[in-house]
């Protein structure tokens, strides 16, 4: 499986803006797709999460009330629309896939990794 990140970019502060992660393949059973962040200087983190077999959505504590995610199966790709971004939002966002029923905010849960795509929130 072969993951493509896209969608960032510089924004102001309250903008908002849609990540893509577009997966080579899904398979339904117990199949995630994730986005964790990494700003400077801090460690990765975990932004949203959705399972592909029952649209089941998690999202992070820095976005809750923000952030939403979604699947296109037709597509195989996944959106993390974010609203209201806050300069603490800036980082390199990552999707990732993964298979588990738990764990699903952890690193670890993910095995295929896409390249992360950069966002930037100014003043």
């Known amino acids: 499986v072969q993951l493509q990140a896209s969608g960032g970019g510089l924004v102001q502060a309250g903008e908002s803006l849609r990540l893509s992660c577009a997966a080579s393949?899904?398979?339904?059973?117990?199949?995630?797709m994730g986005w964790f962040r990494q700003a400077p200087g801090k460690e990765r983190e975990f932004v949203a999460a959705?399972?592909?077999?029952?649209?089941?959505?998690w999202i992070g504590d820095a976005g809750k009330g923000r952030f939403t995610i979604a699947r296109d199966i037709a597509k195989k790709t996944v959106y993390l629309q974010m609203n209201n971004l806050k300069l603490e939002d800036t980082a390199v966002y990552y999707c990732?896939?993964?298979?588990?029923?738990?764990?699903?905010?952890?690193?670890?849960?993910?095995?295929?990794w896409g390249q992360g795509t950069l966002v930037t929130v100014s003043a």
């Open positions: 959705i399972r592909w077999r029952d649209n089941s959505p």
């Open positions: 990732a896939g993964g298979w588990a029923d738990s764990g699903i905010e952890l690193e670890r849960t993910y095995k295929v």
């Open positions: 393949e899904v398979t339904f059973r117990n199949s995630l």
